[in-house]
């Protein structure tokens, strides 16, 4: 996680999926990361069955392995079944918990509460309902970062579901909170950006 320390700002791009687009099965999600200047700092793979992505959609189970680039895990993301308020729990590569990002009933807005592996709320993250695209990474009421997803160009977000995302993190922190907060990004995607 070391490399996560380091950077101030991530890209998150989803890979394109061609399979889905000629047969409409949703397949296993996979992106990469990499740092402002281009540089791929991680792949990410989705571990899901073929039928809750078919049945489930957008409220599967899933477990994103974060990798670095020689194959090492770096991360573990976990997300169980919820039919209401969404839940994501973080590991680093020991199975060690590093936090979690649970949703939270709102009417007008998309909330979540960022929690460390203590269960203290270090973040809240708000996704104002005229803003569909940016989310807010509140510290006690002060925005401190952001998770915007970025247009991907006409074809792409026409004909794939292939989405992309920076995630810009709060000053000072350290690589486990930078971890759960990216665990906040791919939570994100598979809520509002993924077929329902």
Do not use: C
Not at 54 to 66: A, G, M, Q, V
Not at 98 to 126: C, H, M, N, P, W
Not at 166 to 193: H, R, S, T
């Amino acid at each position: 996680m070391e490399k996560l320390q380091n950077e101030g700002v991530l890209l998150v791009q989803q890979k394109k999926e061609w399979g889905e687009i000629l047969t409409g099965f949703e397949t296993k999600n996979k992106y990469v990361i990499i740092n402002p200047s281009g540089e791929q700092l991680y792949w990410v793979g989705e571990e899901s069955s073929f039928l809750s992505r078919w049945f489930l959609k957008n409220l599967r189970p899933f477990t994103l392995h974060i990798l670095s680039p020689q194959g090492n895990l770096v991360l573990k993301l976990v997300r169980p079944f919820r039919l209401f308020l969404s839940e994501l729990s973080v590991f680093d590569s020991t199975d060690r918990f590093l936090g979690e990002i649970k949703q939270k009933f709102s009417f007008f807005s998309r909330k979540f509460v960022v929690k460390d592996a203590t269960g203290r709320e270090l973040y809240e993250i708000f996704g104002p309902f005229l803003h569909p695209w940016t989310f807010r990474i509140l510290r006690n009421g002060e925005e401190v970062g952001k998770i915007s997803k970025k247009w991907s160009g006409l074809g792409q977000e026409l004909f794939t579901r292939a989405d992309n995302f920076n995630i810009v993190f709060p000053p000072g922190i350290d690589g486990e909170q930078k971890g759960v907060l990216l665990g906040a990004l791919f939570l994100i995607d598979m809520l509002f950006f993924e077929e329902r």
